[in-house]
């Protein structure tokens, strides 16, 4: 079943604009990730934020993470061509159970 | 370093019939994993092994199978392939640390049922 639900489930903007995504789940959770799928292919991880964070960034990448209301945002800033592509939160439980949400399917148009 | 790696990349099978996917994980990873993710969806969680044992189990029909093998390699079997087992399924491998760090993921493995 699934843990995260992430919104917008699509979400089309111009070359240069920032991107938010959010995500939403349900139990305590050890940690949360966020993974990029180009169409396809494997995920690939971005960036993890544990429980006891609030923010993290990585490049032009920051994560939130508001364990109070379970969500968490992905800002990508300054967006490209090349970020169209498919991204997914997912939630890490204390045994290791790691369930990803439905995803957001972000278009950047040059 | 040689990355998660997942054969064979396309597998083509009729209704009935038995799938075997194989998984090979990062060097040192004992934690693998296996997704199922069905056209236009998100990943559903299927498998999880760890130093030869299975740890947990999504909700899929008995006939979703696997193994590690001792040096962690692994296998996905299904069995009584449904045309709704299409889809490409994913294998990540971990660190024995819960995930701390984040999972690496194979290229998938589609599997199309006709």
């Known amino acids: 079943s699934q843990q995260g639900e992430e919104d917008p489930q699509a979400l089309s903007i111009q070359e240069g604009e920032n991107a938010t995504m959010n995500c939403s789940y349900k139990?305590?959770?050890?940690?949360l990730q966020w993974y990029r799928q180009n169409s396809g292919r494997g995920l690939v991880h971005l960036i993890l934020?544990?429980?006891?964070?609030r923010e993290k960034h990585s490049g032009r990448l920051r994560v939130t993470l508001d364990t109070s209301k379970k969500s968490s945002s992905l800002l990508i800033t300054a967006s490209r061509a090349a970020d169209t592509a498919s991204y997914f939160c997912?939630?890490?439980?204390?045994?290791?159970?790691?369930?990803f949400g439905a995803g957001t399917r972000l278009t950047v148009k040059p | 370093e040689a990355g998660v790696t997942q054969s064979p990349t396309h597998l083509i099978k009729t209704r009935g019939q038995q799938a075997t996917l194989r998984c090979s994980p990062i060097?040192?990873?004992?934690?693998v994993y296996w997704y199922q993710q069905a056209l236009g969806l998100g990943l559903q969680f299927l498998l999880w092994?760890?130093?030869?044992?299975?740890?947990n189990r999504g909700n899929f029909p008995p006939r979703f199978s696997g193994r590690q093998f001792p040096n962690y390699s692994s296998e996905l079997n299904v069995n009584a392939l449904e045309l709704e087992d299409s889809a490409l399924y994913l294998c990540a491998s971990s660190l024995q640390d819960r995930g701390r760090n984040g999972y690496t993921f194979g290229s998938g493995t589609r599997l199309t049922v006709v």
């Open positions: 139990t305590s959770i050890n940690n």
């Open positions: 060097s040192g990873h004992t934690s």
């Open positions: 997912a939630t890490v439980r204390n045994n290791n159970d790691m369930r």
């Open positions: 934020i544990r429980s006891n964070e």
């Open positions: 092994y760890d130093e030869g044992e299975e740890r």
